[in-house]
């Protein structure tokens, strides 16, 4: 079975600044997608960004970015120009692409880092 | 629907009695999931509908949680003789399908309290 580890329980940031939010997995598949929600308040799970693991190139959606090493099983999410709007909870989250397998299709969530973002 | 939409929103109970939860998944949707985040914790799989297919029940605590969807549409998961460490929020998810990393969409969820 897969899982997913964030090491973080709890982060902060200036505004403004730079944070970055870690994010292991540990699976034996080839094929799979790679996930960060964020959660503000209002419980509604928001998708940040997503990442093919078949794709060397780190995802970028305008602020947010990854870092992803296959290899080390590693999956870091970059807020740059942190605003007060960014904090939540942020969850990890791998998805299996192994059709036939036990967890094709699932999310599998990493516990969760609260991103604390001071003015 | 535009989203996952879910009902009710809160929902407190007593101890020992049935309660239903409802999702319905954005239009179009073959994939439906129903997650549980325990207070200040992760998202916890419960259960997986995916088109006509049987549905993957693997993550369901007890026999006491059900689920079902009708017309591969609605779903409605059922917890009966509720106790307290069901309090919880449960969360709903649809996609386009299980597969070829389809983005997974939430629905805001409902917060269950066991009295």
């Known amino acids: 079975a897969q899982t997913v580890t964030q090491s973080q329980p709890e982060m902060s940031v200036q505004e403004a600044e730079t944070v970055t939010l870690s994010c292991t997995y540990d699976?034996?598949?080839?094929?799979?997608?790679l996930f960060w929600y964020k959660q503000p308040p209002s419980r509604q799970m928001i998708l940040v960004i997503r990442?093919?693991?078949?794709?060397?190139q780190n995802a970028t959606e305008n602020r947010f970015s990854v870092n992803f090493q296959k290899a080390a099983k590693s999956f870091s999410l970059k807020i740059s120009d942190s605003q007060l709007g960014d904090a939540a909870m942020y969850f990890c989250?791998?998805?299996?692409?192994?059709?036939?397998?036990?967890?094709?299709?699932?999310?599998?969530f990493g516990q969760g880092t609260i991103l604390t973002v001071h003015p | 629907g535009a989203g996952v939409s879910q009902s009710p929103s809160n929902k407190v109970t007593e101890k020992g009695k049935d309660v239903e939860l409802r999702c319905d998944p954005i239009?179009?949707?073959?994939?439906l999931y129903w997650y549980r985040q325990s207070l200040g914790q992760g998202l916890e799989f419960l259960i997986y509908?995916?088109?006509?297919?049987?549905?993957?029940k693997s993550g369901l605590p007890s026999d006491r949680f059900s689920a079902e969807r009708t017309g591969g549409s609605v779903s409605t998961l059922t917890i009966q003789r509720t106790q307290q460490e069901d309090s919880a929020v449960y969360l709903c998810?649809?996609?386009?399908?299980?597969?070829?990393?389809?983005?997974?969409?939430f629905g805001e969820g409902s917060w269950l309290t066991v009295v």
């Open positions: 699976t034996s598949e080839s094929d799979y997608y």
């Open positions: 990442q093919e693991a078949y794709k060397q």
């Open positions: 239009s179009g949707h073959t994939a």
């Open positions: 509908f995916q088109g006509n297919s049987a549905p993957d």
């Open positions: 989250a791998y998805r299996s692409d192994n059709a036939g397998g036990t967890s094709y299709g699932k999310l599998t």
């Open positions: 998810a649809s996609s386009l399908s299980g597969g070829r990393g389809n983005t997974i969409y």
